[in-house]
């Protein structure tokens, strides 16, 4: 499949990108706060009307499930629970930042996403319980529209809320094939409402920034298919929470 071959290319060692990632904050905001003591780094960043940047986001993910009618009928005995996992994934995106007042800005941050959700199918069989994991990889192209609602500068630094909307479009279309059967399927298409929080750190070139951000799809990403992963579900949506680093 398209997007399994992709991750295989990218050869993505999790446990080495989040030490990276953790090492990278730590010494970033250790120099922030050796700097609180310092002058004022870029006074009038904030004033500009419109400035840019990239993001760089590690996220944990999972889907959430609502059964239908037919998880409890005879069809579907010998399944008694379907169990969703959180999986990690990776982003690479854009800033644009627009100041609309003082302590308020909006943000469009398009980003390419790669996800990996799990979802375990627990059966029972001949007395023994049977698991089959269905691995979905998807990578989504989404345009997350955010306000963004700073506190006072204090010295370098500076809280702030975030919180919109993200409507994501699935960029590797996929094709029906002979094994649409044997696997579950999602919709191309999702829908989010994000919240997070962050801090801006001023250095001397450039403004950084980590963020904490939690997203909720809103819409059924499950697909229009009764197959045998399909069929016991009525719902499916995402729940995922990402760590971005921000240069801007």
């Given amino acids: 499949m398209q997007d399994t071959y992709i991750w295989h290319q990218l050869n993505i060692h999790w446990q080495k990108v989040v030490i990276c990632c953790f090492l990278l904050s730590t010494l970033f905001l250790s120099e922030a706060h050796a700097q609180l003591t310092k002058s004022e780094n870029l006074p009038n960043y904030d004033n500009r009307w419109l400035h840019y940047g990239f993001s760089i986001g590690m996220h944990t993910s999972s889907y959430r499930v609502q059964y239908n009618d037919n998880f409890t009928s005879s069809a579907f005995d010998s399944l008694h629970s379907i169990m969703p996992s959180n999986a990690f994934g990776f982003s690479l995106g854009l800033i644009a930042n627009v100041r609309l007042a003082e302590f308020l800005d909006l943000r469009v941050t398009p980003e390419v996403v790669f996800y990996e959700n799990r979802l375990d199918y627990n059966y029972l069989r001949a007395g023994q319980s049977v698991v089959d994991e269905q691995i979905v990889e998807t990578t989504f192209v989404e345009f997350p529209i955010l306000f963004k609602y700073k506190s006072m500068r204090r010295g370098n630094t500076r809280m702030y809320l975030i919180g919109g ?20 399927l999602v919709s191309g298409t999702n829908l989010s409402v994000q919240v997070g929080f962050g ?5 001397p070139l450039f403004k950084f920034a980590p963020e904490v951000r939690f997203s ?24 995922t929470v990402t760590l971005y680093l921000l240069f801007e």
Avoid: C, H, S
């Fill in 165 to 184: 909307v993200e409507p994501g479009i699935e960029a590797t279309g996929k094709k029906k094939d002979q094994n649409d059967e044997d696997r579950l």
């Fill in 199 to 203: 801090l801006d750190v001023y250095f």
């Fill in 216 to 239: 909720r799809g809103l819409l059924n990403m499950k697909n229009d298919t009764e197959n045998a992963y399909g069929a016991p579900i009525q719902q499916l949506t995402t729940n």
